[in-house]
Structures are given as C-alpha cells and as structure tokens.
C-alpha cells in the first residue's frame, strides 16, 4: 500500500529565511508525488509534482522539491519565504504500479507560519 | 475555465435533515473526487469515479453516505439522514487521466462547509 508521512505538524521560519517541509513516502513501485498548499477557507492548490527525470522539481510561487529515493523523501523547499506562504502544505503520492486510477494518497499536512 | 464547481458554499441543517453536495467537474477531465476534510482526521478520500463508473468507495463512512455522477459535467454526495459527525468541509476534485498511467495533478473546488447541529 502507498502512504505518506509528514513527521512536522508546523512549521516555524522567519520572512527571508530558506523553509523546508518534509515528508517521506513508501509505495511498492516508483512513486509519483506532489505537493499541494491550502490557503484558509480554500480548496487545495497544485503546487509540483515529481514523476521522473532530474530530482530537484521547481514549481509554483518558488517553490521547489527534492526527490530522493535512497530516503524515500520528497522535502519541499523555498529560498527566502514569505509571510504569504503561511499556509497548510499536503504532500500526496501515487503509486506508479497502481496502474490505471488516479487516486493519490494525502499526508496530514503541515502548517507553515512564516513571522515578519 | 472556471475551475472546479461547488455548491452550496455553505450549508447549516438539522440532525436527521437530508444533504446533498453538488460538484461540477472541469470540462474534459475523466476523474472526480469526493473528500472530507475535519481538524480531527484530516483529509479523507470518500469515493472517486472514472468516466462516471464508481471507482473505490471504500472511504465512504456508512450507508448514510451515497454519491452519484449522472453524467460527465455532475455529481452529487447526498447524505441521508444526516449527524453531527458530518460536520466538516466536503471538497470535489477533478483530473485528466486519460488512456495514460502517467500521474496527473487533481484540481480542488473551493469546498462546502457543512454543518449539522
């Protein structure tokens, strides 16, 4: 079975500073990931997806996500964050041998508070 | 395109009162979600259909809980009678999978918050 953790309920940085939220995944073939951000009262946003190919993936707003498979991780990261990024950050995997269907396997999220 | 489609945005009833929660897909795309969202237990996938058909519903709490796609561009979660426990934001998603098993990013609709006092 797929499944994604996101071992940090919240995390803090200060405006300027790089951030990064982690999350691992298991999954029996190669994984498929993705992260998405959710803005209060919102539905969830796409931000990048990782499905092969160079192992650093750049997507919305900045961000960016490293994909290592030795870790099993997938950690997303900014350079310098933004009070605006203050949001809750889903990881999500798919399970490359669970051909066919598109059902993706959410994280518990992880709130992201960036202070002025 | 307007993205995905939600309605009501909110929605206050009565213990025992029906539900239902309606979604409009964006057009084109093959795959639609239903989740539930709650502080308590997060994010949970309810049920997901493909070109209409029912996929997995295993996520689907009880009986009380059913959900239909009469056709491409609709689909509804109805709840029947509803509890207090229903209480929480039901999001729709939609994607494109295609002939592929290439991974394909779902878009969110912005929610109902549902309430059941």
């Known amino acids: 079975a797929q499944s994604v953790a996101q071992p940090e309920d919240q995390v803090n940085v200060a405006e300027g500073n790089p951030l990064t939220v982690k999350c691992t995944y298991s999954v029996s073939g190669n994984p498929y990931l993705f992260w998405y951000v959710q803005y209060p009262n919102r539905g969830l946003q796409f931000l990048l997806k990782y499905i092969t190919g160079d192992n650093l993936v750049k997507g919305s707003y900045g961000f960016e996500a490293e994909f290592n498979k030795s870790q099993t991780s997938f950690h997303l990261k900014k350079p310098s964050a933004l009070v605006s990024d203050s949001a809750l950050y889903f990881c999500?995997?798919?399970?490359?041998?669970?051909?066919?269907?598109?059902?993706?396997?959410f994280g518990t999220g992880t709130r992201l508070l960036v202070s002025p | 395109d307007a993205g995905v489609i939600q309605s009501p945005r909110h929605e206050v009833t009565e213990m025992g009162q029906e539900v239902t929660l309606r979604c409009k897909p964006i057009?084109?795309?093959?795959?639609l979600f239903w989740y539930r969202q709650t502080m308590m237990r997060g994010l949970e996938l309810l049920i997901y259909f493909n070109n209409n058909v029912p996929i997995d519903d295993s996520g689907m709490p009880e009986d009380r809980f059913s959900a239909k796609m009469p056709n491409a561009s609709f689909s509804t979660l109805k709840i029947q009678p509803s509890e207090p426990r229903d209480s929480a934001v039901y999001f729709c998603a939609s994607s494109f999978g295609g002939t592929g098993t290439g991974a394909r990013e779902q878009y969110f609709g912005p929610g109902t918050r549902l309430t059941v006092t």
């Open positions: 999500a995997v798919r399970d490359e041998a669970n051909t066919g269907f598109q059902k993706l396997v």
């Open positions: 057009s084109g795309h093959d795959y």
